[in-house]
């Protein structure tokens, strides 16, 4: 549920309680800015206090840890958008099988074989310019993030608002049982009194039949106010993330709520709405996540207008390979023969005779030979370099287009950012314009009940006297309830009004 949410409820709980409900539904607040509330702590086992349950339901709500979750994952996104100015490397191997005629991807000879191959490369590439687009990127990731984790403070006081109005819905339900028990417990006693009084003859049968009529009115307005307790006790119980089985035995400490009245001309300059709202503006949340995406916004102009710049890459790698037909050719050294050498003889036949000297000469012979693998990964190694260039010309006018969106999505960032400031300084108004309305609602209410009750004094004497009728007699019974009805509701409603006020100045949502 959030803060508009549970101020409906409030309210509505302020108009279902009583006959003389006519309290009117303000405009309800966005969450004010973060205010110290303490850290999660466990269960109280005792009564609650609302220091206790707001603390409670910080760490235990799944709405907020929701938002932490979110909050994690767009730092996750961050990473990776840093990670992309990084180059790029990998590894790669293939291994295949030819049959028939196939060529030989080494010697380019095609031969009636079966050929086994392998294939291995090792690449690296790097972005050297690509338009600012991944510094751009990452700045805007940063902003991003940010807004994010301010996401969680925004939940954060969502919650602490819901629990504060959940928390006051029911002391008021409890406030209005109590004033009910008392004016059943005066009507009990206005009926035993009547029944006395009809055996002595001392009034008529329809001053008894009246008061046992306005006891079962009583009875019907006590279990309305105890079925609204009950609501705002289970409202109040899954807003803590408890099991609801547990709402029958749910207690909360009544802690003593300032007298509205009390508060005079110097609260009121004390409460200035424009001095509260420069305040939360400083610190409230939303504002703070607003004006980030609206510079995130900014950087996205910057993004799509880096793709009007070329793109410069560098890659390298080195890459090796064998195929099972290649063979080597190996030269072998056999044993020397001799051979003889023969000298210039003019006397001998032919003019040579043979010398006593004989030359020994190697017998050389080559021999194929298996290619061995680890061999033709050595032999078959080579490196390569390469600069690529791409300058964007016409796409379409898909790159125009984008930065026309981003320009546009920038215009409704500072739209959104302007409507959170405004509903902000106008939510500040209506609650500083709803918290007197309050407090002159419960000061004139207070002097109606002063009198109400000095009227009904004398007419329950009348009454008793039998120179009243019951008809009358409940009416002036029932204006008193309209009137105590009223004063509790908005002594409720200035006390919550004034706390909405002080968390938007940062103070502890405390009673």
Request: charged share 15%.
């Amino acid at each position: 549920m959030n803060a508009p949410g549970a101020m409906a409820v409030l309210v509505g709980a302020m108009l279902a309680a009583g006959p003389a409900a006519r309290a009117q539904a303000p405009a309800t607040p966005p969450a004010p800015a973060a205010a110290v509330l303490g850290s999660g702590v466990a269960a109280p086992t005792g009564p609650w206090t609302l220091q206790s349950a707001v603390d409670y339901a910080l760490k235990n709500n799944l709405t907020v840890r929701q938002s932490e979750l979110t909050a994690q994952q767009q730092q996750a996104v961050q990473r990776l958008n840093r990670a992309a100015q990084l180059p790029t490397a990998g590894l790669s191997g293939s291994q295949g099988f030819n049959f028939g005629t196939n060529r030989d991807p080494f010697t380019n000879q095609f031969q009636q074989l079966n050929v086994r191959s392998n294939n291995f490369s090792a690449t690296a590439q790097a972005t050297l310019f690509a338009g600012f687009q991944l510094r751009n990127t990452v700045k805007q990731g940063v902003l991003d993030a940010q807004a994010a984790r301010i996401d969680i403070e925004k939940a954060r006081n969502d919650l602490s608002l819901n629990v504060a109005s959940s928390f006051l819905q029911l002391l008021l339900a409890q406030e209005l049982i109590r004033a009910s028990e008392a004016r059943m417990g005066s009507v009990q006693e206005q009926v035993t009194r009547s029944e006395k009084l009809l055996k002595a003859g001392a009034v008529a049968e329809g001053n008894l039949l009246d008061s046992r009529a306005q006891l079962a009115s009583e009875e019907r307005t006590l279990v309305t106010a105890q079925n609204q307790r009950d609501l705002a006790q289970l409202a109040l119980v899954q807003n803590l993330n408890l099991d609801p089985a547990t709402a029958g035995s749910f207690e909360v400490v009544v802690p003593a709520l300032p007298d509205p009245s009390q508060y005079g001309a110097a609260t009121a300059n004390a409460l200035d709405p424009n001095a509260t709202f420069e305040l939360a503006r400083q610190r409230l949340p939303e504002i703070k996540a607003a004006d980030l995406r609206v510079q995130s916004a900014r950087r996205g102009i910057d993004i799509a207008r880096g793709a009007y710049y070329p793109r410069l890459t560098v890659a390298g790698g080195v890459q090796t390979g064998f195929s099972s037909v290649r063979n080597q050719t190996v030269r072998v050294n056999g044993e020397p023969i001799e051979v003889p050498v023969l000298q210039r003889n003019p006397t001998a036949p032919g003019g040579y005779s043979s010398s006593p000297f004989v030359l020994l000469s190697p017998q050389t012979t080559f021999q194929t030979l298996p290619y061995k693998f680890f061999d033709q990964l050595g032999d078959n190694q080579g490196e390569f370099v390469q600069f690529n260039l791409n300058i964007p010309i016409l796409n379409g006018l898909q790159t125009r287009v984008g930065v026309q969106r981003a320009q546009i999505n920038v215009q409704q960032s500072e739209l959104r950012a302007e409507q959170v400031t405004l509903q902000l300084r106008q939510t500040i108004q209506q609650s500083f314009a709803d918290a007197l309305a309050a407090q002159r609602r419960y000061q004139a209410s207070s002097r109606q009940v002063d009198a109400l009750t000095l009227a009904f004094r004398n007419a329950e004497i009348r009454f008793n006297n039998g120179l009243l009728n019951g008809t009358d007699f409940n009416i002036a019974r029932n204006n008193l309830t309209a009137a105590e009805s009223d004063m509790i509701q908005a002594k409720f409603e200035f006390v919550f009004r004034r706390k909405v006020l002080e968390f938007y100045e940062g103070k502890p949502l405390t009673l």
